[in-house]
């Protein structure tokens, strides 16, 4: 079974430049969730997708962060525009429907905001 | 405010040692799950603990989750260097994770 793939692995922008995030689930798991480590911090929740619908979008910081899933798939999250702040690294998880603890993580995008 | 609190935040012991993380709380979560991350990677589930006392044991490993669901401990039998990296524990409510921040075990041979 294919895990978790993200990419770009990482992405280096200036500030106020636009950075798109992609992240494809294992096939079949309804429930994707983004998160964020920027330095020096724990890693925090962004947002939570069941299907196509966002199921908890509170973790996200401000409106300059979109995500989406269009078609209960893949995951796209833009950050328009970029700000230095928004440095970290990325991580989705996709879980089951019918697994209610196995969460598995991809490899994360290392954002970096010049 | 950080829900979870890990300690140590580094942890450096000879090979063949015994080590203890700890996770603490001041929350009660539905569950608590460990995790450990290796460079340029992501988290990789190691246990999910749900009921308040509950120990679970994976080799070497053992992971206990306190009766009151607010804290956890893992503790390491007989260290390896194998067993070289982050430890993340994460608390689980709504289905949303809350991580610490993490502890840095390095096992020297």
């Known amino acids: 079974e294919a895990g978790v793939t993200q990419f770009p692995s990482h992405s280096v922008i200036e500030k106020g430049q636009t950075v798109t995030l992609r992240c494809d689930p294992i096939?079949?798991?309804?429930?994707l969730y983004w998160y964020r480590r920027v330095m020096g911090k724990e890693i925090k929740f962004l947002l939570h997708f069941v299907k196509e619908s966002k199921q908890d979008e509170s973790g996200m910081p401000n409106n300059r962060f979109l995500a989406e899933r269009t078609g209960g798939t893949y995951s796209t999250l833009k950050v328009q525009p970029a700000e230095l702040e928004d440095s970290g690294v990325y991580f989705c998880a996709s879980r089951g429907q019918a697994s209610l603890y196995g969460y598995t993580f991809g490899s994360g995008t290392r954002l970096t905001v010049v | 405010t950080q829900l979870l609190e890990q300690s140590p935040q580094f942890l450096s012991i000879q090979e063949g040692e015994n080590l203890t993380v700890y996770c603490n709380s001041s929350?009660?979560?539905?569950?608590l799950q460990w995790y450990r991350q290796e460079p340029g990677e992501g988290p990789v589930l190691l246990v999910t603990?749900?009921?308040?006392?509950e120990v679970k044991k994976l080799k070497r490993l053992t992971f206990q989750f306190g009766d009151a669901r607010k804290d956890s401990s893992l503790h390491i039998t007989a260290a390896q260097p194998g067993d070289t990296g982050l430890y993340l524990c994460?608390?689980?409510?709504?289905?949303?994770?809350?991580f610490g921040a993490g502890t840095t075990v390095t096992v020297r041979a």
């Open positions: 603990v749900v009921t308040g006392g």
């Open positions: 994460a608390g689980a409510r709504d289905y949303k994770l809350s």
């Open positions: 096939s079949g798991h309804d429930n």
């Open positions: 929350s009660v979560f539905s569950s």
